[in-house]
T-cell receptor, first 111, second 115 residues
Framework: RKEVEQDPGPFNVPEGATVAFNCTYSNSASQSFFWYRQDCRKEPKLLMSVYSSGNEDGRFTAQLNRASQYISLLIRDSKLSDSATYLCVVIRTSGTYKYIFGTGTRLKVLA | NAGVTQTPKFRVLKTGQSMTLLCAQDMNHEYMYWYRQDPGMGLRLIHYSVGEGTTAKGEVPDGYNVSRLKKQNFLLGLESAAPSQTSVYFC??????????????FGPGTRLTVT
């Protein structure tokens, strides 16, 4: 079983829809959580950090549930430009900082 | 301010050939990383460096070597390329995670095919 798991999708949604992705992690020592966005054939870029209290950045909301060991990303009012792969990233320390990347969830927003 | 750059962008090698991938960053970051990305596997760490002159093995180091002679550069070498090393290689850099600076900045990637 992978340490960080995501549904690969694709999630095909119409413009204006709300879509949510989950990411589960198996190591309870995980301490920091992030969502990255990766466009086709491009490099990953940080979308947002995920805090225990939940956080929002415009149309994007991220939440962390430590008890159930998952993080979520909610996108409201989807735009065509939101089409991308969303990577869940978990950081834990075991002597050094380890970044564990999920395989990503692919989102296609349709006109 | 170019961020993280990688050279070359594309390369085709024959089995047994060698090559070096160059990564450069202009953000004065202490940490640098080399990843490979394969379909269905996610990003996997090959080697990393926590400062000039230091390197360490990541998750999949076999078949690769690295060097960090200057703070801004991190080189990834393939001594004898194998078809299993066909992949997209990303370099990344970050400030110190120990001080709460977790964001990794990625280069545009190198697409390597080994035939």
């Amino acid at each position: 079983r992978k340490e960080v798991e995501q549904d690969p999708g694709p999630f095909n949604v119409p413009e204006g829809a709300t879509v949510a992705f989950n990411c589960t992690y198996s190591n309870s020592a995980s301490q920091s959580f992030f969502w990255y966005r990766q466009d086709c054939r491009k490099e990953p870029k940080l979308l947002m950090s995920v805090y225990s209290s939940g956080n929002e950045d415009g149309r994007f909301t991220a939440q962390l549930n430590r008890a159930s060991q998952y993080i979520s990303l909610l996108i409201r009012d989807s735009k065509l430009s939101d089409s991308a792969t969303y990577l869940c990233v978990v950081i834990r320390t075991s002597g050094t900082y380890k970044y564990i990347f999920g395989t990503g969830t692919r989102l296609k927003v349709l006109a | 301010n170019a961020g993280v750059t990688q050279t070359p962008k594309f390369r085709v090698l024959k089995t047994g050939q060698s090559m070096t991938l160059l990564c450069a960053q202009d953000m004065n970051h202490e940490y640098m990383y080399w990843y490979r990305q394969d379909p269905g596997m996610g990003l996997r760490l090959i080697h990393y460096s926590v400062g000039e002159g230091t390197t360490a093995k990541g998750e999949v180091p076999d078949g690769y070597n690295v060097s960090r002679l200057k703070k801004q550069n991190f080189l990834l070498g393939l001594e004898s390329a194998a078809p299993s090393q066909t992949s997209v290689y990303f370099c990344a850099s970050s400030s110190s995670p120990g001080r709460g600076y977790y964001e990794q900045y990625f280069g545009p990637g190198t697409r390597l095919t080994v035939t």
